[in-house]
């Protein structure tokens, strides 16, 4: 079945270091391919999203690259904030469903 | 701006006791899921549903129901709650069509089952 592994946390920076997940994914045909961010009390929120191979899906200083060759969907910022501080989760899109990681906790210290 | 609303918020259960999960979408989305986060585990899908009517079992749907009798509401049943079911439940909507893939999510209901 499909899956999503990404990299396990908890990741503590400061600020305006860069930040990197890793995040790869098994499927059959061609998902796409999400990042969620979670706010402590909050639900989900999309953050960035691709559907197909070598799109590049961005928001607020984010991206991400559909590698279908790695089936790899790393997500990066190049100098992350307090406020970026948070759960984020990569996750696929086949059929009608998603498969989540299991979230990577990320701290930003001032 | 409702989005996707779930009630309760906290719950807190007895073993065996039944409850239910409220959730609304005012989107007229078609589509809507509920997963339950569990720390190091992610989101894992319990029921699902694409449209008034029909349902389906997700990765984890035992001791899990769920009915679809209108588009904007999605119920989910706990029959008779378990200590395994402590958890945060979030309620998904998704519109149709294939440039409908961003899903939304509700703030989520913390269940304790003692």
Known sequence: GDSVTQMEGPVTLSEEAFLTINCTYTATGYPSLFWYVQYPGEGLQLLLKATKADDKGSNKGFEATYRKETTSFHLEKGSVQVSDSAVYFCALMRDYKLSFGAGTTVTVRA | NAGVTQTPKFQVLKTGQSMTLQCAQDMNHEYMSW????????????????????????????????????????????????????????????????????????????????
């Open chain 2, 35 to 114: 997963y339950r986060q569990d720390p190091g585990m992610g989101l894992r899908l319990i029921h699902y549903s694409v449209g008034a009517g029909i349902t389906d079992q997700g990765e984890v749907p035992n001791g899990y129901n769920v009915s679809r009798s209108t588009t904007e509401d999605f119920p989910l049943r706990l029959l008779s709650a378990a200590p395994s079911q402590t958890s945060v439940y979030f309620c998904a909507s998704r519109g149709q069509g294939a440039g409908n893939t961003e899903a939304f999510f509700g703030q989520g209901t913390r269940l304790t089952v003692v």
